[in-house]
């Protein structure tokens, strides 16, 4: 019977403090293995499993960061902590880049913190470092989910994006974080551009809870779902702050106190009047108010998302290429799953613990023969269907594992077409409506989900129900 006891890889040249270290670990039911520098560590590295690498910042042979940095190269996905005397806000910055933790050595009651709720989960995939790190993230707004920052850095950029975090571990999504941070702290205008379910929205929230604006508003907009009246009469007037008002977005956005992040989704179903009233607010800083009664500032930052390329459309004469412009200071740009394979085994274990929680279920693992299905499948709706995919496996799940019989139709082999016609011939329009029936199923009748796994607007699903009553 294999071990399964966590094994945790301690890598520090102060031989005392490493042995002390070490026989705390076991004491709380860690198998900790030791490395005085970092060609020991990466020798272990090579030869056994390692579950967490908890690496000293000043080493002999070479820095902690680039110890970390190799781990990863010879175990992907490897969960890191840097472990400090000599910490400063750089390090911290460049720590959490290599999605690792970060703790100073003075602080150690933080550190030992996160080791015994390492501990009391019994399970090492919680692990969740204090950083960007790591796609859609919603569960971690619970306070049990996650995990304390130590040190008084706690108002800084690794507490403000604390509830969304990006999921993986490939280069793409490390490049991505990467850019996500410097777009943070520039504060302009920005095109987040990617396939449906790729986490346009979570990009752009993450942005703002890095940015001077986070103790502000953050609002989505689906551009497709309003009308131009809406958009400009009541998302860009100021609201009175004594009035009661039904508004749907809340505190809007125009108000002068709100310095907040407004998300445009859609940017390009924008019609061209709406797009000249953004292209003045963005030049002016102002929005005028209805009714021709004047104009109020407007200090918001705005970030759009598409998944056409607006340049491309700009030269089709689809889109208003002074907006482009000021929109387009950086663009953005996530990759969909199928580029990303090998981020969907912790994808997957991160949603699973999510739903596994928020329908108490005991279910713990998904089985080989999924992940083999999933990493031979391309997920035309990307990270989001596979979160409805996992959601719907574990509701189904009668034990503790996923098994492909609990996984939609389209994973079962025996659903296939084979490459020859059948011997009766299926209508198209009868093809199309038993497929987005079974979307639906799959989404359990929600209809916004379903046009998003369709890669289609609400309207454009609700007319197809129409046609196919």
């Known amino acids: 019977m294999a071990d399964t006891t966590p094994k945790i890889l301690l890598v520090d040249d102060e031989e005392k403090f490493l042995n002390s270290i070490a026989k705390r670990m076991k004491l709380l039911g860690f198998d900790p293995v030791k490395a005085s520098n970092g060609g020991e560590a ?3 590295a090579k030869s056994c499993r390692i579950d967490l690498a908890i690496v000293d910042l000043k080493m002999p042979d070479m820095d902690g960061l680039v110890i970390i940095t190799k781990l990863k190269e010879i ?3 490897l969960r890191s902590v840097l472990l400090t005397g000599y910490g400063n806000e750089k390090i911290r910055q460049a720590t959490e880049a290599l999605d690792a933790a970060y703790f100073a050595k003075d602080e150690m009651e933080g550190f030992w913190n996160f080791i015994k709720r390492l501990n009391m989960e019994g399970n090492l995939i919680v692990i969740r470092p204090p950083t960007l790190s790591g796609s859609f993230d919603p569960a971690a707004d619970s306070r049990e989910d996650r995990v304390p920052e130590p040190s008084r850095t706690e108002e800084n950029n690794s507490v403000a994006a604390e509830g969304y975090r990006m999921i993986g571990e490939t280069l793409a999504i490390q490049e991505l974080r990467k850019n996500i941070e410097r777009l943070a702290a520039l504060d302009c205008t920005a095109i987040i551009r990617g396939e449906t379910g790729t986490g346009k929205e979570l990009t752009a929230r993450i942005i703002h809870n890095l940015s001077r604006r986070k103790h502000s508003r953050f609002i989505a907009i689906n551009c497709g779902c309003f009308t131009n009246d809406l958009l400009i009469e009541e998302l860009f007037r100021p609201g009175d702050a004594n009035v009661s008002s039904p508004d749907p977005f809340g505190e809007r956005l125009g108000q002068p106190e709100s310095n907040g992040t407004i998300l445009l989704d859609q940017i390009e179903a924008m019609s061209a009047k709406m797009q000249l009233a953004m292209l003045k607010i963005i030049d002016s800083n102002k ?3 209805p009714h021709g009664s004047g104009d109020f500032p407007f200090d918001v930052r705005i970030l759009v998302a598409s998944r056409y390329s607006l340049g491309q459309l700009v030269k089709e004469g689809k889109f208003r290429e002074e907006l482009y ?3 387009n200071v950086i663009e953005l740009s996530i990759p969909p799953l199928k580029e990303r394979k090998d981020d969907i085994p912790p994808l997957c274990r991160f949603f699973l613990n999510k739903f596994a929680k928020e329908f108490k279920k005991t279910v713990e693992c998904v089985s ?3 992940i083999s299905l999933f990493m031979n499948y391309d997920f035309p709706g990307n990270v989001r269907e596979l979160e409805h995919i996992i959601e719907r496996a574990v509701i189904l799940a009668d034990g503790k594992k996923i098994e492909p019989r609990h996984l939609p139709g389209r994973f079962n082999k025996a659903d296939v077409p084979s490459a020859e016609l059948p011997k009766e011939i299926i209508p198209l329009d009868e093809m199309e409506r038993h497929y987005i029936l079974k979307v639906l199923e799959t989404t359990r009748g929600n209809k916004s989900k379903t046009a998003e796994l ?15 009553k």
């Not at 309207?459 to 196919?468: G, I, N, P, T």
């Open 42 to 44: 990466i020798a272990l």
């Open 75 to 77: 175990q992907p996905g």
């Open 287 to 289: 929005a005028s108010q």
């Open 325 to 327: 412009y000021r929109l």
């Open 368 to 370: 080989d023969e999924v």
């Open 454 to 468: 369709l890669g289609i607007s609400r309207s454009a699903l609700w007319r197809k129900l129409k046609q196919f």
